[in-house]
């Protein structure tokens, strides 16, 4: 098997025309140069150098041998030089990233990275937390952002992004059935979510039962743009992360729920295998955790009690329902 360490000190050999050169060159004794070449010379089973020419000169094999190894340590050159600058990182990226995150600030995410490294190319998945956990650790996706919680903490890194507040929706034309006897919304309008083995599914289940609903009709819905439409013309009570309908909230389309204790936040961390590119993933990983701020801040800015005006309808008791 061909060595770099000797390809290199026949390859300076053959430019420089002497072994002592080349041992200055390769910061190496001349007889540990004479050493490597000769091992060379076992390995192809043919003599490259004639040595009794002054200068060193090549044999005839030598002289084509010499061209495909200075290609392989210039290739060699050129494959380290990945690990010098992240900049030229080219590979395709598997990223896998929630819904929630996709239809929020997840376009300034692509812009930034794809401006810090231009000659990536993005593959993304988009689906549920536990779906893409599990791609990641079958090595199917590179990075993710995702609920976290799913996989061996030994064999992923991650950083926290900004939580998501939730909160629950209706349309305005329900206002009505919501003053009406304290139960009859509970009765009428079902609840929708995500679907059931998406964590806000499960954590609106618990906080209902908190609330005294031991039986709630829920509609479980895989796309959050369904969710938001199936909301907005009447079809049932949507719990929603706020900042994805602010437009629909402002624009009248929604109200929102003034509940008796908020719905549990949605946490979400970008992840990454620790036997990933660590130096790549985590400057990705802090991109997004930027733009993550970015969207969170200028979202509760637009919710400043001086420039907005969506509605709010007090809930109904939760309580005692049948």
């Given at each position: 098997?061909?060595d770099?360490?000797?390809?290199?000190?026949?390859?300076?050999?053959?430019?420089l025309?002497?072994f002592?050169k080349?041992?200055?060159?390769l910061?190496?004794?001349q007889?540990?140069i004479?050493?490597r070449?000769?091992?060379?010379?076992?390995t192809?089973?043919?003599?490259?150098?004639?040595?009794?020419?002054?200068?060193?000169?090549?044999?005839?094999r030598?002289?084509e041998?010499?061209?495909?190894?200075?290609?392989?340590?210039d290739?060699r050159?050129?494959?380290?030089?990945?690990f010098?600058?992240?900049?030229?990182?080219?590979?395709?990226l598997?990223l896998?990233?929630?819904?929630?995150?996709?239809?929020?600030?997840?376009?300034?995410?692509?812009?930034?990275?794809?401006?810090?490294?231009?000659?990536?190319?993005?593959?993304?998945t988009?689906?549920?937390?536990?779906a893409?956990?599990?791609?990641?650790?079958?090595?199917?996706?590179?990075i993710?952002?995702?609920?976290?919680?799913?996989?061996?903490?030994?064999?992923?890194e991650?950083?926290?992004l900004?939580?998501?507040?939730?909160?629950?929706?209706?349309a305005?034309?329900?206002?009505?059935?919501l003053?009406?006897?304290?139960?009859?919304?509970?009765?009428?309008?079902?609840f929708i979510?995500?679907?059931?083995?998406?964590r806000?599914?499960?954590?609106?289940?618990?906080?209902?039962?908190?609330?005294?609903?031991d039986?709630?009709?829920?509609?479980?819905?895989?796309?959050?743009?369904?969710?938001?439409?199936?909301?907005?013309?009447?079809?049932?009570?949507?719990?929603?992360?706020?900042?994805?309908v602010?437009?629909?909230?402002?624009?009248g389309?929604?109200?929102?729920?003034?509940?008796?204790?908020?719905?549990?936040?949605m946490?979400?961390?970008?992840?990454?295998?620790k036997?990933?590119?660590p130096r790549?993933?985590?400057?990705v990983?802090?991109?997004?955790?930027?733009?993550s701020?970015?969207?969170?801040n200028?979202?509760?800015?637009?919710?400043?009690?001086?420039?907005?005006?969506g509605?709010?309808?007090?809930?109904?008791?939760?309580?005692?329902?049948?």
């Amino acid at each position: 098997m061909l060595d770099f360490k000797e390809l290199e000190a026949f390859v300076w050999a053959v430019k420089l025309g002497s072994f002592r050169k080349a041992a200055i060159r390769l910061c190496l004794t001349q007889p540990s140069i004479s050493e490597r070449i000769s091992r060379l010379e076992s390995t192809v089973g043919e003599l490259l150098l004639e040595r009794s020419a002054r200068p060193i000169q090549p044999t005839m094999r030598g002289r084509e041998f010499f061209l495909h190894a200075q290609r392989m340590l210039d290739q060699r050159d050129e494959a380290m030089r990945l690990f010098d600058s992240d900049e030229d990182f080219s590979a395709p990226l598997r990223l896998g990233t929630v819904e929630t995150i996709a239809h929020s600030w997840f376009p300034d995410f692509m812009r930034s990275l794809t401006e810090r490294y231009p000659k990536l190319s993005i593959e993304l998945t988009v689906d549920y937390s536990l779906a893409l956990n599990e791609r990641l650790i079958a090595n199917e996706l590179d990075i993710v952002l995702a609920m976290n919680g799913f996989l061996p903490v030994d064999q992923v890194e991650y950083l926290a992004l900004n939580p998501y507040e939730m909160g629950m929706f209706v349309a305005p034309h329900h206002a009505e059935l919501l003053g009406q006897s304290p139960f009859a919304w509970l009765e009428r309008l079902p609840f929708i979510s995500f679907g059931k083995a998406a964590r806000p599914y499960q954590e609106l289940a618990a906080y209902l039962a908190d609330q005294g609903v031991d039986d709630p009709h829920i509609h479980s819905v895989s796309t959050l743009m369904t969710i938001v439409r199936l909301t907005t013309e009447g079809l049932g009570i949507g719990a929603l992360p706020v900042s994805t309908v602010l437009e629909q909230w402002q624009g009248g389309e929604l109200c929102r729920l003034d509940l008796p204790r908020p719905l549990p936040a949605m946490y979400y961390d970008i992840i990454w295998r620790k036997a990933s590119h660590p130096r790549f993933c985590k400057s990705v990983a802090r991109m997004a955790q930027t733009c993550s701020r970015a969207y969170a801040n200028d979202r509760a800015n637009q919710v400043a009690p001086s420039r907005f005006d969506g509605q709010w309808l007090k809930a109904p008791p939760f309580a005692d329902a049948p």
